[in-house]
């Protein structure tokens, strides 16, 4: 029956998403379909609306509605071009600087946004046009602006990891936001390194430096932006406030600099709020039916199922650990970070416990695979947002991509098998024993 009913589960979920059926909804009808195979129909009804409505009853999960709050505000509010400036004034000073402004650039904007498509997006706007300009091949730009959004997801603030705590039984928001720093920047370092050489090959040109006058300027300027890290993470790391008290000042934070920079206006206020509950109720709808479909899949144990077959197949921790990055990194293709983090968290987490991997170690490793996964066909969504903002198509595109998903793997690779990557700065800050 288990077998029977894990099929039944997984089939029904395809299936729906074959069709069009909307992610939550696909997966909310699966569980029903799965469920009905082990329980009574009221019973499935009934146990099934419990477990979606517990899904989403927890206060974390604000902490991820004012990290979706602020991201919007500052992307409304003028601190991503302060961003950009201190991104060219960094990346200025080697071949390809505008290659390598793109990449700080989402770096910088994606941590304070917590956003991969708005980085992506508001990247590609800019410096899409700059790069044509000074005759960078189009397909080579869109792909540096593609493979770097997603490293503004590993470097907090992000959602990924309050939702994979709420999926673990909650490990720690702080530990979790802490150990992405160093992944984060190891992801960054690689692809200005292949960046660099692939610039110099094509011999793009280095950007006009900058007077003295001007680079103190712009650091000025950028300083309040990149205090909101101090101040939200820093906090939360410190112990001073929790992570859903750390995400209100961040909303509180980001307001009172828009409104000194006087590029938020009371008229944008309603739409800011409008697109965060939409995306928001999207998240926690996804949540919800996630919850529902991890009770059908821990009633049935399927998840310890899983965990005996590949433990059975082999007990070698290095195989067990490449067979786990491969699931991801091939969901990750078909599949949005959220959904793929609800739905596949609950089956490789005990998997990895039984291995003995540190529960932090393991947030940061499935966060990188689903983050390396939203830049791949045929359903990445920064993909599509880099090929749309730049005019080029993607099949034009992936020759130069191709190139990129190699540091973002050895990145991967290096933080899978290396836990100090991820543990360091958490052991440091007294956040893991």
């Given at each position: 029956?288990?077998?029977?009913?894990?099929i039944i589960l997984?089939?029904s979920?395809?299936?729906?998403?074959f069709?069009?059926?909307?992610?939550?909804v696909?997966?909310?009808?699966?569980?029903?379909?799965a469920?009905?195979?082990i329980l009574?129909?009221d019973?499935?009804v009934?146990?099934?609306?419990?477990q979606l409505?517990?899904?989403?009853?927890?206060?974390?999960l604000?902490?991820?509605?004012?990290?979706?709050?602020?991201?919007?505000?500052?992307?409304?509010g003028g601190i991503a071009?302060?961003?950009?400036n201190?991104?060219?004034?960094?990346?200025?000073r080697f071949?390809?600087s505008?290659?390598h402004?793109?990449?700080l650039?989402n770096?910088?904007?994606?941590s304070?946004?917590?956003s991969?498509?708005a980085?992506?997006?508001?990247?590609g706007?800019v410096?899409h046009?700059?790069?044509?300009?000074?005759?960078y091949?189009?397909?080579?730009?869109a792909?540096v602006?593609i493979a770097?959004?997603?490293t503004?997801l590993?470097i907090?603030?992000s959602g990924?990891?309050?939702i994979y705590?709420?999926?673990?039984?909650g490990?720690s928001i702080?530990?979790?936001?802490i150990?992405?720093?160093l992944?984060?920047l190891?992801m960054?370092?690689?692809?200005i390194?292949?960046?660099?050489?692939?610039?110099?090959k094509?011999?793009?040109t280095?950007?006009?430096?900058?007077?003295?006058s001007?680079?103190i300027?712009?650091?000025l300027?950028s300083?309040?932006?990149?205090?909101?890290?101090i101040i939200?993470?820093?906090?939360?790391a410190?112990?001073?406030?929790t992570?859903?008290?750390?995400a209100?000042v961040?909303v509180l934070y980001t307001?009172i600099l828009?409104?000194?920079?006087?590029q938020l206006?009371?008229?944008?206020?309603?739409?800011i709020?409008?697109?965060?509950?939409?995306?928001s109720g999207?998240?926690?709808?996804?949540i919800g039916?996630?919850?529902?479909m991890s009770?059908v899949?821990a009633?049935?144990g399927?998840?310890a199922?899983?965990?005996?077959a590949?433990?059975?197949?082999?007990?070698?921790?290095?195989?067990?650990?490449l067979?786990?990055l491969l699931?991801l990194?091939?969901?990750?293709?078909?599949?949005?970070?959220a959904?793929a983090?609800?739905?596949?968290?609950?089956i490789l987490f005990?998997?990895?416990?039984q291995?003995?991997v540190?529960p932090?170690h393991?947030?940061i490793?499935?966060g990188?695979?689903l983050?390396?996964?939203i830049?791949?066909?045929?359903?990445?969504?920064v993909?599509?947002i880099?090929?749309?903002v730049?005019?080029?198509s993607i099949e034009k595109i992936?020759?130069?991509?191709l190139i990129f998903?190699?540091?973002?793997?050895?990145?991967?690779l290096l933080v899978t098998?290396i836990?100090?990557?991820?543990?360091?700065?958490p052991?440091?800050?007294?956040?893991?024993?």
């Amino acid at each position: 029956m288990t077998v029977l009913t894990g099929i039944i589960l997984f089939i029904s979920f395809f299936v729906l998403l074959f069709v069009g059926v909307p992610i939550a909804v696909g997966i909310a009808i699966a569980s029903f379909i799965a469920a009905l195979f082990i329980l009574p129909v009221d019973s499935s009804v009934l146990v099934l609306s419990q477990q979606l409505i517990t899904g989403v009853d927890s206060t974390v999960l604000l902490a991820l509605v004012f990290f979706m709050l602020a991201g919007n505000i500052m992307n409304n509010g003028g601190i991503a071009e302060r961003l950009i400036n201190l991104a060219k004034l960094i990346g200025g000073r080697f071949s390809g600087s505008l290659a390598h402004t793109n990449i700080l650039g989402n770096t910088l904007f994606g941590s304070i946004s917590g956003s991969a498509i708005a980085s992506a997006a508001t990247m590609g706007r800019v410096m899409h046009p700059q790069q044509t300009k000074e005759g960078y091949d189009p397909s080579y730009s869109a792909a540096v602006n593609i493979a770097s959004a997603p490293t503004g997801l590993i470097i907090p603030p992000s959602g990924t990891p309050i939702i994979y705590s709420l999926l673990t039984g909650g490990t720690s928001i702080s530990a979790l936001f802490i150990a992405g720093y160093l992944p984060g920047l190891l992801m960054v370092a690689l692809l200005i390194i292949v960046a660099y050489f692939l610039a110099k090959k094509e011999n793009y040109t280095v950007a006009d430096k900058p007077s003295k006058s001007q680079s103190i300027q712009i650091i000025l300027q950028s300083i309040p932006s990149l205090l909101l890290i101090i101040i939200a993470i820093g906090g939360i790391a410190a112990g001073i406030f929790t992570a859903v008290e750390g995400a209100a000042v961040a909303v509180l934070y980001t307001t009172i600099l828009s409104l000194i920079y006087k590029q938020l206006h009371l008229s944008d206020i309603p739409k800011i709020l409008q697109e965060t509950i939409i995306y928001s109720g999207m998240i926690l709808l996804l949540i919800g039916a996630s919850t529902a479909m991890s009770w059908v899949l821990a009633y049935t144990g399927i998840p310890a199922a899983i965990t005996n077959a590949m433990l059975s197949a082999t007990g070698n921790y290095v195989l067990l650990l490449l067979m786990i990055l491969l699931i991801l990194l091939i969901v990750g293709t078909f599949m949005d970070i959220a959904p793929a983090l609800l739905i596949f968290t609950p089956i490789l987490f005990p998997i990895t416990t039984q291995l003995g991997v540190d529960p932090v170690h393991f947030g940061i490793i499935i966060g990188m695979a689903l983050a390396i996964g939203i830049t791949t066909p045929p359903i990445g969504t920064v993909l599509f947002i880099g090929s749309s903002v730049s005019g080029v198509s993607i099949e034009k595109i992936m020759p130069k991509l191709l190139i990129f998903y190699v540091p973002l793997i050895v990145a991967l690779l290096l933080v899978t098998f290396i836990p100090e990557i991820s543990l360091f700065l958490p052991r440091l800050f007294g956040l893991l024993e």
